[in-house]
């Protein structure tokens, strides 16, 4: 799978009614979407990593796009107040069987309570991989 050209008609296709999306240009591992009232900046790695925080904090609006698979699921949990402490940041997880999820970790840790986040992170990943089941609490 080729994520970068995913992003790229993903973003395309979120922009098709609201028509804001002026141009975009990619550099590397980097693509920038300039819409008509902001720049987003989506830096695309097959593999979730925590230094791709200090790479993408420069701008303003960010978004890490990463494969949904449970090694990145874990960094994400494990990580989980590294990725609150940057704001407008979110991470667009893309599975190989065509689902995705996306989650601002500032606003999903404001409205959810602690002790449900690893449940319903693990409930957005299954859904993703079409393998949703009701969430059983312990």
């Keep these: ?8 008609n993903y973003v395309k296709h979120k922009d098709s009614f609201q028509k ?3 141009d975009y240009k990619q550099d590397q591992d980097v693509v920038e979407f300039n819409f008509s009232d902001k720049k987003h900046h989506y830096l695309i790695s097959e593999k979730l990593e925590v230094s791709l925080l200090e790479r993408i904090k420069k701008y303003d609006w960010k978004t890490i796009v990463c494969l949904n698979t449970e090694e990145n699921l874990k960094v994400l949990i494990d990580n989980w107040k590294k990725f609150v402490g940057v704001d407008k940041l979110f991470v667009l997880f893309v599975s190989e069987k065509g689902g995705k999820w996306i989650i601002n970790p500032k606003t999903h840790e404001a409205i959810s309570d602690p002790e449900s986040l690893n449940l319903g992170l693990k409930s957005m990943y299954d859904a993703a991989e079409g393998k949703y089941e009701e969430p059983k609490r312990e």
């Design 1 to 8: 799978m080729n994520l970068a050209e995913w992003t790229i």
């Design 20 to 22: 804001k999306l002026k």
